[in-house]
């Protein structure tokens, strides 16, 4: 199964995310040599994304599983290059506060 993509600009994933969520992810700043990027506050969220959605045109993922918890919800996919990733999201009043970016540690 082949998700589909929001395009820049779009607000849709945003507006499940309380204003000031965190995000990590080892991979977002492709300028940082590798270093964890941590995006605190949705509107620095939605300028990292908007830039990545824009600069990955092609952007898509094949849904793997979703696994559910308390208050956290894991979304496993693998991205058009291969790679295998989980995004972990972490609730709290029905909203967003934290989402993580993981992948395999073979990857």
Same mark, same amino acid.
């Given at each position: 199964?082949?998700?589909? !993509? +929001?395009?820049?600009? *779009?607000?849709?994933?945003?507006?499940?995310?309380?204003? *000031?969520?965190?995000?990590?992810?080892? #991979?977002?700043?492709?300028?940082?040599?590798?270093?964890?990027?941590?995006?605190?506050?949705?509107?620095? =969220?939605? #300028? #990292?994304?908007?830039?990545?959605?824009? @600069? @990955?045109?092609? =952007?898509?993922?094949?849904? =793997?599983?979703?696994?559910?918890?308390?208050? +956290?919800?894991? &979304?496993?996919?693998? &991205?058009?290059?291969?790679?295998?990733?989980?995004? !972990? =999201?972490?609730?709290?009043?029905?909203?967003?506060?934290?989402?993580?970016?993981?992948?395999?540690? *073979?990857?």
């Amino acid at each position: 199964m082949k998700a589909q !993509v +929001a395009q820049p600009g *779009d607000s849709a994933r945003l507006a499940s995310c309380a204003d *000031d969520t965190v995000f990590t992810s080892p #991979h977002a700043d492709r300028g940082g040599a590798g270093q964890w990027r941590r995006d605190v506050r949705k509107e620095a =969220l939605r #300028h #990292h994304w908007t830039g990545a959605l824009r @600069n @990955n045109l092609g =952007l898509h993922f094949e849904l =793997l599983g979703v696994y559910f918890g308390v208050d +956290a919800l894991v &979304i496993q996919l693998r &991205i058009q290059q291969g790679a295998a990733w989980c995004e !972990v =999201l972490a609730f709290s009043g029905g909203l967003v506060r934290a989402g993580h970016g993981t992948h395999a540690a *073979d990857g």
